[in-house]
């Protein structure tokens, strides 16, 4: 037979075939679907919940109804807006995410965003594709994925890229990425951590900034879930340690913090201070590579949607999303003690919606996964989906109803306890 003939000949970025197909959340779902089909009736409880259940704060809600209603109005109308986000939004985000904990950050230094999806993916387009990258082991798969679609994470063999640096996280590190003996150029780490709950002291983050420094490397540090520390002593902010305005990019969201998940915004801090260096050895200002990157690809995020989220920082807004961010910390606050009680060995939970929860003996990810779903009818994210380091584990999250959770709980006591 003659060769197709290709109507299109335009060749393809060639590193999306790299990307093995991601299975965990589909294989999830497909297993629960099996479940409930062979044991109709029976009350699944979904402990694998990764997204805000509450509504947004009322206060966002109210500012979000004034701003539609300026657009119905040709004096108070908003076209096009600033790429880099309307200056009283960056102005409250300086003042209450950063002056109000002693940080200096300007408002001019702020990026208002569509999310931190979006920014952590975007964000290689600032840096070269022959940087290094180190990522946590298990972690947030955009890191890795939107690296290898740049092209940077060479050979796949046996779950891990060739060019990446891979920080392993474990019990004895408590689940917190330690700088590797070996050369990086961009570091992602995250606090509090998805999935595992572990966030940075200011000790463990100095030696991070310590290693940046010392091999000029960026740490992207992602905080979305910046809003669930309650310890006096863990820093919210990288910003808060000495040196981070010379080696590190800030990206945080409203969607945890707030129950953004569905209307979209976030933001990312590029100090004026943070250099990188060109092909002649000259700095050059990362602040002004992203402003062109963000003028050039992106329009700004919605009018409306920033005035939703201005309004989050008034006493109203502040005081209704901890008492969100509240209900779902008490909630992974009674998974946690709940596991604990039950014999099983947790981590997280605390300054986090997620508890990541170690399987009794040998038993893999998929297996107690198994378990939960056949003997306490509650579902659960296999920890191996998020990296190899993963396997053995569990996540739940606190982002069901207190009620749910509860009943979930006394399953676990029920079932589990020896
Ligand atoms: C949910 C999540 C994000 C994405 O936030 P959006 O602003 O909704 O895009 C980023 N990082 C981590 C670790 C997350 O869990």
Same mark, same amino acid.
């Given at each position: 037979m003659a060769p197709v003939q290709p109507i299109h000949n335009m060749r393809i970025n060639d590193n999306f075939e790299l990307l093995p197909e991601s299975y965990l959340f589909s294989t999830v779902a497909a297993r629960l679907r099996e479940f409930r089909e062979a044991n109709p009736g029976v009350d699944v409880i979904r402990m694998d919940i990764g997204d805000v259940t509450l509504p947004i704060p009322a206060a966002a809600i109210e500012a979000m109804h004034r701003a539609v209603d300026d657009m119905a109005d040709r004096s108070s109308f908003h076209g096009y807006g600033p790429e880099q986000g309307y200056a009283f939004l960056r102005e409250a985000v300086a003042a209450n995410d950063y002056a109000?904990?002693?940080?200096?950050?300007?408002p001019d230094e702020i990026f208002i965003s569509d999310g931190a999806k979006s920014d952590l993916g975007n964000l290689g387009d600032i840096y070269s594709r022959d940087s290094i990258v180190a990522v946590a082991d298990p972690g947030y798969p955009v890191y890795v994925d939107s690296n290898v679609i740049d092209g940077r994470g060479g050979v796949l063999t046996d779950?891990?890229?060739?060019?990446?640096?891979?920080?392993?996280?474990?019990?004895?590190?408590?689940?917190? *990425?330690? *700088? *590797?003996?070996?050369?990086?150029d961009v570091i992602f780490l995250c606090s509090p951590s998805n999935p595992t709950g572990a966030s940075f002291t200011r000790a463990e983050l100095k030696a991070w900034i310590d290693y940046a420094l010392a091999n000029k490397a960026v740490i992207v540090y992602d905080s979305a879930y910046c809003a669930y520390?309650?310890?006096?002593?863990? *820093?919210? &902010?990288?910003?808060?340690?000495?040196?981070?305005?010379?080696c590190a990019i800030e990206v945080r969201s409203f969607s945890k913090t707030a129950g953004f998940t569905g209307l979209r915004c976030g933001y990312t801090v590029v100090p004026a201070t943070l250099m990188g260096t060109d092909a002649e050895g000259?700095?050059?200002?990362?602040?002004?590579l992203w402003l062109r990157r963000q003028t050039t690809k992106f329009n700004g995020a919605s009018y409306v949607i920033q005035r939703g989220a201005e309004a989050l920082y008034t006493d109203e807004g502040k005081a209704q999303t901890r008492a969100n961010v509240d209900y779902y910390v008490a909630n992974a606050r009674l998974i946690r003690d709940t596991m604990s009680r039950a014999g099983?060995?947790?981590?997280?939970?605390?300054?986090?919606?997620?508890?990541w929860v170690k399987s009794p003996g040998a038993e893999s990810s998929w297996?107690?996964?198994?378990?939960?779903?056949?003997?306490?009818?509650? &579902?659960?994210?296999?920890?191996?989906?998020?990296?190899?380091?993963?396997?053995?584990?569990?996540?739940?999250?606190?982002?069901?109803?207190?009620?749910?959770?509860?009943?979930?709980?006394?399953?676990?006591?029920e079932i589990f306890n020896r």
């Open positions: 109000a904990r002693g940080v200096d950050i300007a779950g891990r890229w060739s060019r990446f640096v891979y920080l392993d996280c474990n019990e004895a590190n408590g689940f917190k *990425p330690v *700088p *590797p003996a070996a050369h990086a520390i309650t310890d006096a002593d863990t *820093p919210h &902010s990288i910003y808060e340690i000495e040196g981070a305005r010379q000259r700095e050059v200002s990362l602040r002004k099983f060995t947790v981590f997280g939970g605390e300054n986090s919606p997620y508890v297996d107690l996964f198994a378990r939960c779903l056949r003997d306490a009818h509650i &579902s659960c994210t296999p920890g191996v989906g998020f990296g190899d380091a993963g396997e053995g584990y569990i996540r739940l999250t606190g982002f069901n109803t207190r009620e749910n959770t509860a009943e979930a709980m006394r399953r676990i006591l």
